[in-house]
């Protein structure tokens, strides 16, 4: 079984303060996702990264994805409340050649993110 | 675009009562999943769909069923209902697994008692 280690599970900072979700794997992964989670609603893709020591900017949210495709951050600068939610990320399996599996996504048990004003 | 739709929002079942919680897309998307969501435990996988007709086990699909008769629904049932399936669970969609963003339903709400 594949496993995501999403951390830390929780994270509460005031506003204007720095941070970094890590999400660590021994597997390998085609790519990543971030997704961002509110209460009472389906996540949202943030990102997708595909190539290993890739880094995309969204405002002030940083993503890496690592040189091995094993491992991924995010870093948001300059929080604010408005970043409050669930942060989760997810790794890509692609269909494997022999047939025997449609390929899947794999979830980290998410990051609670509170930005205190 | 109505996106992902499920149905209901909330539930409350009591134990060994079946129900099945209903999933439908509108964008023509092959790869629809559910999942379930435990505090702590982030998404996890219960079955999925490549196609109409075609679904396989994810990572817990012990407890329910599904099947893909058309493109659009997604239905998940529950069999016999235990207290473990008290959860929230999403459907997804996405066009191609590993293409482009997994587009989520806003969730049902199931308590059993």
């Known amino acids: 079984t594949q496993l995501l280690e999403q951390s830390p599970q929780f994270l509460s900072i005031q506003e204007g303060e720095n941070l970094t979700v890590y999400c660590n794997s021994s597997?390998?992964?085609?790519?990543l996702q971030w997704y961002r989670q509110e209460p009472g609603e389906g996540p949202v893709l943030l990102v997708t990264?595909?190539?290993?020591?890739e880094v995309k900017k969204l405002k002030r949210l940083t993503f890496q994805f690592g040189d091995a495709r094993k491992d991924s951050s995010l870093h948001i600068t300059a929080a604010q409340p408005g970043d409050t939610g669930l942060y989760l990320c997810?790794?890509?399996?692609?269909?494997?050649?022999?047939?025997?599996?449609?390929?899947?996504?794999?979830f980290g048990q998410g990051t609670i993110l509170t930005v205190h004003p | 675009n109505a996106g992902v739709t499920q149905t209901p929002k909330f539930q409350v079942l009591k134990t060994g009562q079946s129900m099945t919680l209903q999933c439908a897309q509108d964008m023509n998307h092959e790869y629809m999943s559910w999942y379930r969501q435990d505090p702590g435990m982030g998404l996890r996988l219960i079955h999925y769909?490549?196609?109409?007709?075609?679904?396989d086990q994810g990572e817990v699909p012990n407890g329910y069923n599904v099947s893909r008769s058309t493109t659009e629904d997604f239905p998940l049932r529950l069999l016999s209902a235990a207290p473990s399936q008290t959860s929230v669970y999403f459907c997804?969609?996405?066009?191609?697994?590993?293409?482009?963003?997994?587009?989520f339903g806003d969730g049902t709400r199931l308590s059993i008692l």
């Open positions: 769909s490549v196609g109409a007709g075609i679904t």
């Open positions: 597997s390998v992964f085609s790519s």
């Open positions: 997810a790794g890509i399996t692609p269909p494997n050649a022999g047939g025997t599996s449609y390929g899947k996504l794999t």
């Open positions: 990264v595909v190539t290993g020591g």
């Open positions: 997804a969609s996405s066009f191609r697994m590993g293409w482009g963003p997994q587009h």
